[in-house]
C-alpha cells in the first residue's frame, strides 16, 4: 500500500496561487495513476484532478478546469497540484490519493490509499 504525505496548504486571498504537494512511498507509485480530492466544511469529498501513471493524461473538475494544474514526478514519488486564481470556496481540507491502476477511470473508487490532507483557506 502507498503511504501519502501532502504539504503546502495554507491561507491566502483571493486570487492567489498555492502549490500543493505529495510525498509517496511505496515502490508501486510509478506504476499508478494519482489524484487530488477536496472536502469543504459541511460538504462532501470531491475529486478534484488525477493524473496517469506517466503523466500522459490529466483530469479536471470542471470547478477548477484552467486554474489548477496537475503534475507528476515519478523520479521522486511525487505529485503535486498548482492551484492558481484561487478563490474562496476552492476553501477545503485537500487530499491526495493513490489510484489502484495506471489511469483514472472517473470514479473516486479509482483510489486505495489517501493521505491525511492539508488545509487550504482562501478568505480576504
Known amino acids: 500500500q502507498v503511504q501519502l504525505v501532502e504539504s503546502g496548504g495554507g491561507l491566502l486571498q483571493p486570487g492567489g496561487s498555492l502549490r500543493l504537494s505529495c510525498a509517496a512511498s511505496g515502490r508501486t507509485f510509478s506504476s499508478i495513476a494519482m489524484g487530488w480530492f477536496r472536502q469543504a466544511p459541511g460538504k462532501e469529498r470531491e475529486f478534484v484532478a488525477a493524473?496517469?501513471?506517466?503523466?500522459?493524461?490529466?483530469y479536471y473538475a470542471e470547478t477548477v478546469k484552467g486554474r489548477f494544474t496537475i503534475s507528476r514526478d515519478n523520479a521522486k514519488n511525487t505529485v503535486s497540484l498548482q492551484m492558481n486564481s484561487l478563490k474562496p470556496e476552492d476553501t477545503a481540507v485537500y487530499y491526495c490519493?493513490?489510484?489502484?491502476?495506471?489511469?483514472?477511470?472517473?470514479?473516486?473508487?479509482?483510489?486505495?490509499?489517501w493521505g491525511q490532507g492539508t488545509q487550504v483557506t482562501v478568505s480576504s
Open positions: 493524473i496517469s501513471w506517466r503523466g500522459g493524461r490529466t
Open positions: 490519493a493513490a489510484g489502484t491502476g495506471p489511469h483514472y477511470s472517473g470514479s473516486y473508487k479509482s483510489f486505495a490509499s
